[in-house]
């Protein structure tokens, strides 16, 4: 049993751990063993009354605290800024599919999506020195919004759908679906068609 005393503590602290997404399934790993050892007294209660099992019930309950503090602090939006690629890929589908996206309407989704996009334009045209222009982009195209779709025309192929408002008719090779459900997606979409902002001329 692993117990959770100062030194454990101040042993599983971020300064340990180099990559975030690494930290992140750590603390993953260690709630799953905390509600695993949970589970198993549950189901022998005689053990879970002795000495010992008392002290690993009561050292795996820190344990379990302690996870889900630094779980949730990690998924707090404010530290966007220091999320993985692969978690903003995760929060941005997880927010979509949990109801984020009311409407195809321009902008008509939620904060967290809109924050989620904009972290992604950066991570993607930062680089190239064209994030600025990549944000004027997408906040006029959509609002930031993967959902939004143009509805002016009543054929499908017809209607820019997706952050940056591609047309259906003339970029057959995107997966649509996916693009209105994962932030991710759209964003590499954009920035394809773009050449991370270097061609900018469907959008001039």
């Not at 117990?3 to 599983?12: D, E, K, N, V």
């Not at 751990?17 to 905390?34: G, P, S, T, V």
């Not at 053990?47 to 010992?52: H, I, L, N, S, V």
Request: charged share 20%; hydrophobic share 30%.
């Amino acid at each position: 049993m692993l117990a959770l005393t100062g030194q454990a503590q101040a042993h599983y602290t971020p300064k340990h751990f180099k990559n975030y997404d690494a930290r992140y399934k750590e603390y993953e790993l260690r709630k799953d063993h905390a509600l695993d050892v949970a589970r198993f007294f549950r189901n022998h209660p005689k053990q879970a009354r002795t000495k010992a099992g008392r002290f690993a019930i009561r050292e795996h309950k820190q344990l379990l605290k302690w996870s889900n503090r630094v779980l949730h602090k990690m998924d707090d939006i404010s530290n966007i800024h220091k999320w993985s690629y692969a978690q903003l890929t995760e929060q941005g589908k997880e927010a979509i599919a949990n109801g984020g996206t009311y409407s195809v309407r321009y902008g008509d989704c939620s904060n967290t999506i809109k924050t989620i996009v904009k972290e992604l334009l950066n991570r993607k045209f930062g680089p190239h020195g064209t994030y600025y222009w990549a944000y004027s982009i997408v906040n006029r195209e959509s609002g930031f919004c993967p959902g939004a779709v143009n509805t002016t025309y009543s054929d499908p192929n017809q209607q820019a759908q997706c952050v940056a408002q591609m047309i259906p008719a003339y970029h057959t090779w995107v997966d649509y679906d996916r693009c209105k459900s994962d932030p991710a997606y759209s964003v590499q979409v954009f920035a394809n068609l773009s050449n991370y902002g270097t061609s900018t001329g469907p959008w001039s």
